[in-house]
């Protein structure tokens, strides 16, 4: 087969035209706690930091979380029946669902855990269904869709809600993607789920493919719901996310600063502060810096310092122009105009403020701004005194560092 056969290629076409409501409620499927965790990179918190975290996904206002695949062991199979307890206990308003291959095996477990916790499981059931991957297990498009129909049936007859998830959805043709998902519905499915398993896809191209879907759900089954499951391999999974939302999916997926396999997937804190600056989603998110320093502090990884909207220079700036245009914005009558004169998302909006350092690209403003938010009171010479040391330095100074500073100067004036 050549490469044009192994891999349909959706970023190739002409995209297609899309007509967008932007009044509807956009979802959002937290993933952190199964696809998250199987970064290979991450730890596997205990179950009381994963209750933790589900918490915080619910003051956050996302609709639902993947909290496990059972099938993966009897430590993963109990943890998931504990988060589903939780869920009940507490009537979290939070829509779980399971992972699982299409297989009755897989079932089994979510159909276990849904019996135990008393609540409705969606099983989120996933088949492979490209070129290239068929060609490796040796599957026909004919033998795809049977795997599916039997698995969706038998979850559907045990009372679980089924979510259809086809794999690697961006390299699949449309003939195949149209017989898989017109077998899942038959079958019961409830949602159907376009994976961009290998981070394969262009923003072009998932709006073409989404739209596609859209048009084959509204056509036939009108109250099937789409989702969207980006990967972040090319760079593309917020953008993806967008484009898949402006397209018609009903839900999107994301993790906690976008942990996940390989490259990992779509950036939940990043999708949620962009769905606010665009007027699509009314969440608060005074909760969001606590959730991310949760999830990094639980799964062991660092955020990186200049990550958007919650990494430590996010609102942070040492540079001279930018202090001064800051100092002058916080003197104006209306004052959020400082939250937004050097930044497209204030600070405000995660419960952070901005913060002006001092250091070798600083200006006088700098310093002054630093001396009155530490109490200080600023004089010329005090100013001068304080950027002579910070123009020798090579990096930002710590409030330590300036603190000593200020001493020693206060001290030879004496």
Not at 127 to 155: D, F, N
Not at 181 to 201: F, L, P, V
Not at 332 to 350: H, K, R, W
């Amino acid at each position: 087969m050549s490469d044009d056969e192994l891999i349909y290629d959706w970023n190739q076409e002409v995209p297609a035209s899309v007509s967008i409501d932007h009044d509807r409620r956009i979802e959002l499927n937290d993933e952190t706690l199964r696809d998250g965790l199987q970064s290979p990179s991450v730890t596997d918190p205990p179950i009381e930091k994963k209750i933790e975290i589900l918490d915080l996904m619910v003051e956050l206002g996302i609709d639902a979380a993947d909290i496990g695949l059972p099938a993966a062991g009897p430590a993963v199979q109990k943890q998931v029946e504990a988060l589903a307890c939780h869920i009940a206990h507490n009537k979290l308003p939070i829509r779980p669902n399971c992972a699982g291959r299409t297989l009755p095996a897989d079932v089994d477990p979510i159909i276990a855990a849904s019996q135990k916790s008393g609540i409705a499981l969606d099983a989120a059931l996933f088949l492979g269904c490209s070129p290239i991957r068929g060609l490796v297990e040796g599957w026909s498009v004919e033998k795809m869709g049977e795997i599916a129909e039997k698995a969706i049936r038998y979850a559907r007859d045990n009372g679980l809600p089924v979510m259809f998830v086809t794999e690697d959805t961006t390299r699949s043709s449309p003939d195949v993607l149209r017989h898989l998902y017109t077998t899942a519905i038959e079958a019961g499915a409830e949602r159907i789920c376009a994976a961009d398993t290998t981070g394969h896809a262009t923003p072009s191209g998932t709006r073409r493919l989404v739209s596609f879907l859209r048009k084959l759900v509204d056509d036939s089954a009108p109250n099937i719901q789409i989702d969207w499951h980006g990967h972040n391999d090319r760079g593309l999974g917020l953008v993806n996310a967008v484009f898949a939302i402006e397209a018609g999916a009903d839900r999107v997926h994301a993790t906690a600063l976008g942990v996940g396999e390989r490259c990992g997937n779509t950036s939940m804190e990043i999708l949620l502060a962009n769905l606010h600056l665009s007027r699509t989603s009314t969440r608060s998110l005074v909760s969001l810096m606590k959730y991310c320093r949760l999830v990094a502090e639980a799964l062991e990884v660092p955020i990186p310092v200049n990550h958007p909207v919650v990494g430590r220079d996010a609102f942070r700036t040492a540079t001279g122009v930018h202090a001064a245009a800051v100092l002058k914005a916080m003197r104006q009558e209306n004052g959020e105009l400082a939250d937004q004169i050097y930044s497209s998302i204030p600070a405000s909006l995660v419960g952070r403020r901005q913060r002006i350092e001092v250091g070798p690209m600083s200006g006088a403003s700098n310093v002054q701004y630093w001396l009155m938010e530490n109490g200080y009171a600023p004089n010329d010479f005090l100013i001068k005194c304080v950027l002579d040391e910070a123009k020798r330095s090579k990096r930002a100074l710590s409030d330590e560092q300036l603190k000593t500073i200020v001493k020693s100067v206060e001290t030879a004036g004496r």
